[in-house]
């Protein structure tokens, strides 16, 4: 995967002298950004650009083509393709659009790139895109001209070229130095899953921001993160309907599911950011020390940002412990006027000394009951008030390097000076507060789970898969995709506790099922063609003695035939009537971009009106069901609650690993819905008690 | 109110010749600003600040003094405040701190300010802010030096100065005039709902920014409001308890319930927004003609920014219609290539021509389809691509004159460039998608909703006052301030349908009552010690004949004794069951700032676990209880749901309106809870079963 980064020799294909001509600035970036290679400018015409002489083939080049980019009409790049097979080129970047993102019409092209790809075993970046960059050797070639930007340690990986061009100038205006950049377009061929196992290797990187349409590959979307111990942030729009329908004549991109894609990154640590301005402070971030716990000191000029910041620390979940006694006596000695109050946020007001505001932060970092302090400043110039912020930065870089905690500076003035402060200063600087909170909770989440979430073990448990592949087999053979109470029969297999249950042809049976399971029990209609037993009014509950039994049975059954007629009725599903708990939901579907995607829910209107569900996908780790649990917006209910001692947890995370299990061993269960699961207090256990399964 | 921003002469209580002076600032401020009238430096010793005599009092100065601003230690003011009392000045404002944000121990000085002012007719502003400016006449009263700033549509009020001053900066490099600025502080005595009446007169003022750290007399904030037709913007911040505990020592706010805040907002179209940054751009889309319905045409350069923009516009309930078919013939007559596709989002790519983009603009602005247009830019210079985006502005500014319709111009790029293009250009510029989004949202509920919010009347409905009156006079001659089921009886009063009881102190009472309402019935235990029965094990539902009636009695009664011992038993209160429906809770509770706040939600989880409510201020009226309705999360069970249609929405509402008018007549009744109240399918009504009370 380095060969793109870093090729011997480049070909730029779709060259001319005319002033209207793209393929030019390839050239002249890739110039202007000192690259130390061969170029070779290739176009219909002979001529020159920038001093190059323009080949009118790529055949005409009598030397090696390490790398060859693309530049011209959709239908005319096939033929350059194989040329370019034929010449042994491995490495190339399709920038030119109208392929798959015009219509279902044009993947014939693609087809024919990706053959003749796989046949010569060549790698290609986009189509439809703006090629890449590496700032440590100069390749810069994207077709709109680029002025040099700052090198640092942020990667970033674009789906749409226009959006990441911004977020060059986004970075660069902040002094935020980019190493690599790739406009990933179509990912035809490479995409993001190819390129962040090779910037995990890569020395240059250290944070990785990745700006997404689709993640069209997800499995190995994962693998590629769990193999990453660098901070990801991601942005990742096509979100909506609207969206999509847009997307899709874009950069041809598929539709993910949404709450899954969110599930995905919290399960692998990938900050997700919802907004285009949150991607460079999301980066920035991370020039920072790791913040080990929740606690942070706040200093700040003025009341109004304490105010705010306060709000702010409590909606992210940190803490503003007080200061220590040694800590306010040192300020006390020092300030100007008895108008402070020494509580944290400490509002320094009248403290216009900026050694002294330097000195105290200091003496705040030293205090072993903070893991972080935010510095929040007004940027004053020519304001009568003694003050020269600017000085400022290498007293923090200096302490930075005393004690590695992150100090953020959060400055809020006039824009134009603080971009210019941010433009120019090593030091990063934060706007707002709600910006430098924002980011520290990502760097927060990152520093004390991130890897741990990526490294986790999943929990595979022990389960009877001769029995289950039997049942299913069973299914198979008789053509149904379809498993009503015969779930139930997988699930035991599985490990799952569930209600005990008898299939009875007959009243007489039903009855006779009752006395042995002993009453209260549940009918259920029992037939292959009814899967959904409560619309055809299926469902008797709370039968009491044999009078109801045999009653519910003639019931059902006749009932049945009213509002399904035509299915083929086995008799009822004697079922014991579980005591009771808590209703949970918990089930699996398979994703089609990240395999099967675990579910657990509250029962009732929690999934059906609030859609208040925790999704992971399997197999999941110990981290992932305590998460799932704890993630829910009613997790009130898991807890004491109404008079009930908490929920059996452990128990409930033994279904969730169970299914997990399942249907990663068993991918051809395409779905399963098990609700409800009835949930006991602690010790208690739980019991499935009705569940369906679709086959693929 | 005119008389601070317009004052013939002002005197600057707090001014010497040292170095460090603060008050010098103010003097220098007026200067720079041009304030015409007579300025008089105050301080304890004799000289001249810039070419003015320091007098050493107000009795010094022979003229009459239309304003004094003081910037002296909190204890030396109120002899000051006296002083100026005797000479006549009518108008103060205390910038100094150190009042009652520093403790309850400086009350004193306050109470002592207040009975100066109301002796002798003095309105002041403050303590503890920076003063107020007014751009019209040059008055600009801050303690920090200001260099001059653009005049224009904009008055802010803000509780805390160095947020304001923030504010001004944030403003000012966006070419956003402020035409008067007010710093709030403590509110001891002006406040917003003094302020807001005067800008509503005011001809300069086109937009009130506020940003306030508590909303201290809720009422006459609604008054202030209501009165108001002019957009409203509003950060509110001190929403946590961490917030709370610092915002007291910052301007001695009160912690107000964060959800009345909210609904107070929503209640009077008073646009919140949740970030600084948010300000500018919310009060800036004000420059733009209306937007009457949610239909927008996008036209942007990038795929990217399209999908960005159509996921923003479902999230903000925006439509993207598709274009009419003689404007998608008229782009495709002057497209350079073939890979547009000429869908709305419009991705214009390779239209590199300004003049044809902004004919393209013109041509989707004139189609009726649309109510507003974004033209979403990247900012480029020297990239090879010709394009000269400056010239846009002079068209744009053509085509707002001429089709009154937003044009939303969403610019990114280099930050630099667009920062320098937002300073210098008059044309709004907004930056993000996000950001241009949000502000035309902003937009859309002001000019559709905000006015016939502030100007719709309550509804208020007949209610049987004298009976309620005696239910309540019964209940305070017995000194009882909590009322169970005679709550009902009131409500009954005030015309709310309720489930028929009877009280019945026997068990053959309770039989003869359940038989003459019917069975089945609850029988609920009826003490005035009582009123959370479900605690005590208090009600037993659906008793179904006479001899679950008898054992009912003695179970409800001999359980009471043992779970309430020493409770007042006066027998059970039998009721008839309610037929199923929603069940909802309805009620009102007194607000220390707002007065009576009315409630609705759904019953059971959604409440309970949830908190799933929507809030209004009494007296409610027909848009609110609308809103009531659509704004709860589950709003969803409302409607056809389970089998059921949809539920009886006017019934609810007419509950709500019943419930606004009892608490408004009654203002006693310091909490109510409705609960449950069971809803019925369209026409058929609800049925209040239970309820309490809790009076002041």
Avoid at 122 to 127: A, C, E, T, V, Y
Avoid at 625 to 630: Q, R
Wanted: net charge neutral; proline share 5%.
């Amino acid at each position: 995967m380095a060969k793109p980064f870093y090729p011997e020799s480049i070909a730029v294909i779709g060259v001319s002298e005319k002033s209207d001509n793209l393929g030019k600035n390839i050239v002249k970036n890739l110039l202007d950004f000192q690259y130390e290679g061969k170029i070779y400018p290739v176009g219909q015409t002979e001529g020159y650009v920038y001093g190059l002489k323009i080949f009118t083939s790529v055949e005409q080049i009598t030397s090696k083509i390490g790398l060859a980019v693309f530049l011209i009409p959709a239908k005319a790049v096939p033929d350059h393709f194989e040329a370019c097979a034929r010449k042994g080129v491995k490495r190339i970047i399709i920038s030119s659009g109208g392929f798959s993102e015009l219509g279902e019409d044009r993947t014939d092209l693609e087809e024919r790139l990706l053959s003749v790809a796989r046949e010569n075993d060549i790698r290609f970046l986009g189509p439809n895109c703006i090629a890449l960059i590496n700032q440590d050797n100069g390749v810069c070639m994207p077709f709109v001209r680029l002025s040099r930007f700052p090198n640092g340690r942020i990667s970033l990986l674009t789906q749409s070229g226009g959006v990441g061009l911004s977020f060059i100038f986004m970075f660069s205006a902040q002094n935020l130095g980019i190493n690599k950049y790739v406009s990933l377009g179509n990912k035809l061929n490479l995409g993001e899953t190819d390129i962040i196992p090779f910037l995990e290797k890569d020395k240059s990187t250290g944070v990785i921001g990745l700006y997404l349409e689709e993640i069209n590959k997800g499995r190995e979307f994962i693998s590629a993160v769990r193999g990453c111990t660098k901070p990801i942030v991601a942005l990742k729009t096509n979100t909506t309907v609207t969206g999509n329908r847009t997307a899709k004549s874009h950069t041809a991109a598929i539709a993910n599911d949404d709450r899954v894609v969110d599930a995905v990154f919290k399960q692998l640590g990938v900050a997700r950011v919802s907004e285009l301005d949150d991607l460079p402070p999301a980066c920035k971030i991370f020039e920072m020390p790791p913040m080990k716990g929740k606690r942070i000191a706040i200093i700040t000029p003025t009341g109004g940002y304490a105010v705010i910041l306060a709000d702010l620390c409590e909606k992210y979940g940190f803490t503003l412990p007080a200061f220590p006694k040694g800590f306010t006596a040192y300020v006390s000695k020092h300030v100007r006027a008895g108008v402070i109050n020494l509580t944290n946020p400490l509002d320094l007001g009248d403290m216009f000394d900026l050694q002294m505001v330097a000195n105290t932060v200091m003496r705040a970092l030293q205090e072993e009951e903070f893991d972080a302090l935010m510095l929040s400043w007004i940027y004053m110039r020519d304001t009568g008030i003694t003050i020269d912020s600017i000085n400022i930065f290498p007293l923090l870089d200096k302490m930075l390097k005393m004690i590695p905690k992150p100090v953020v500076l959060s400055m809020v003035g006039n824009p134009a000076d603080i971009a210019q402060l941010q433009k120019t200063t090593k030091y990063p600087i934060f706007t707002t507060p709600e910006e430098s909170i924002k980011a520290l909770k990502i760097l927060y989440d990152f520093s004390t789970s991130a890897v741990s979430l990526r490294t986790q073990e999943p929990v595979i448990k022990d389960i009877d898969e001769a029995k289950i592949a039997k049942i299913l087999d069973a299914a198979a053979a008789e053509g149904r995709k379809e498993l009503g109470m015969e779930s139930l029969d997988i699930l035991a297999a599985a490990g799952i506790p569930t209600a005990q249950t008898r299939l009875a042809a007959t009243a007489a049976d039903a009855c006779a099922a009752a006395a042995e399971l002993g009453f209260p029990v549940a009918l259920k209609i029992a037939s292959p063609d009814i899967l959904h037993k409560t619309e055809v009014k299926g469902i008797i509950l709370n039968i009491a003695n044999e009078k109801e039994c045999t009653d519910a049975f003639v019931k059902l059954t006749e009932s049945v035939k009213k509002t399904s007629p035509g299915s083929k009725i086995l008799g009822v599903h004697v079922q014991k009537m579980a005591a009771k708990g808590r209703e949970i939901v918990i089930g699996a579907k398979e994703n089609e971009s990240f395999g099967h995607v675990v579910l657990f829910g509250l029962g009732g209107v929690f999934v059906e009106v609030l859609e208040d569900v925790a999704l992971r996908v399997a197999p999941i780790g110990p981290l992932d069901a305590d998460n799932m649990l704890s993630e829910i917006k009613a997790k009130k209910v898991l807890g004491a609650f109404r008079g009930m001692q908490p929920a059996d947890a452990e128990a409930i995370k033994d279904i969730l690993f169970r299914v997990s299990t399942l249907v990663t061993k068993f991918p051809i269960i395409k779905e399963l819905d098990i609700n409800p699961v009835v949930a006991y207090e602690t010790g208690g256990g739980c019991l499935a008690v009705d569940a369906r399964m679709i086959l693929g």
